[in-house]
């Protein structure tokens, strides 16, 4: 597609539950970057791929956070065991390879994640 | 390690007022500076970005300068409009230490009143 795509704008969940959000990001972008934004607060870094590269996880708040990249495009992050303070707008962005351009983000338009 | 801070907000003008919101930074590399914006219940947006010292980014009537002398990106505006509204974001791309990261400041909302 034209923009990066997240799926779902939506979710509403119960505590405890697992949850999976997924982001489509640019074709052709390498870098894909996960944030987190709370209800006031600023943009969270959460995760980072690069390429073929190991992913740079140090973002992740705690070990019920993963995240993986299937073929270098499709991005899925999961949340196992959902905690209330997992509420939030979860940003995907993704941009061209280092030195490719001039490092511009481009975001999709987030998935809402609430926890009951 | 590289990091962005931004004035806090909530910022409230009357329309057609000068704008001014601080940006300062800290980075390792030669970082890429960036204004991000986010509309009422949208995602963001690339608003203006600098690349190299000196250089002036510019935007639907937004500037800013990449002072590497005062580590600054401050962004102004001569005369904000009420569509103005929204929480805007500094935030820079450094390559180093590892990969391409971007580091981004808290978030200043701005708010324009007729």
């Known amino acids: 597609g034209a923009g990066v795509s997240q799926s779902p704008s939506n979710k509403v969940t119960e505590k405890g539950k697992d949850v999976e959000l997924r982001c489509d990001p640019i074709s052709g972008h390498t870098a894909l970057y996960w944030y987190r934004q709370s209800l006031g607060q600023g943009l969270e870094f959460l995760i980072y791929?690069?390429?073929?590269?190991?992913?740079?996880k140090s973002g992740l708040p705690s070990d019920r956070f993963s995240a993986e990249r299937t073929g270098g495009s499709v991005s899925t992050l999961t949340i196992q065991r959902t905690q209330q303070e997992d509420s939030a707008v979860y940003l995907c962005?993704?941009?061209?390879?280092?030195?490719?351009?001039?490092?511009?983000?481009?975001f999709g338009e987030g998935s809402r994640l609430t926890v009951l | 390690g590289d990091s962005v801070t931004q004035m806090e907000g909530p910022v409230t003008l009357s329309e057609e007022a000068f704008l001014t919101i601080n940006c300062t930074y800290t980075a390792t590399g030669y970082p890429s500076l960036f204004w991000y914006v986010q509309y009422p219940g949208e995602g963001l947006q690339l608003l203006l970005k600098a690349t190299k010292a000196d250089d002036k980014g510019s935007n639907k009537g937004f500037e800013a300068t990449y002072r590497k002398e005062t580590t600054s990106f401050h962004l102004e505006k001569g005369s904000v409009q009420v569509s103005d509204s929204a929480v805007y974001f500094c935030a820079l791309s450094d390559q180093f230490p590892t990969g391409n990261q971007f580091y981004f400041g808290t978030g200043t909302s701005l708010t324009v009143i007729p």
């Open positions: 791929f690069q390429g073929n590269s190991a992913p740079d």
């Open positions: 962005a993704s941009s061209l390879a280092v030195g490719a351009g001039t490092g511009e983000l481009f």
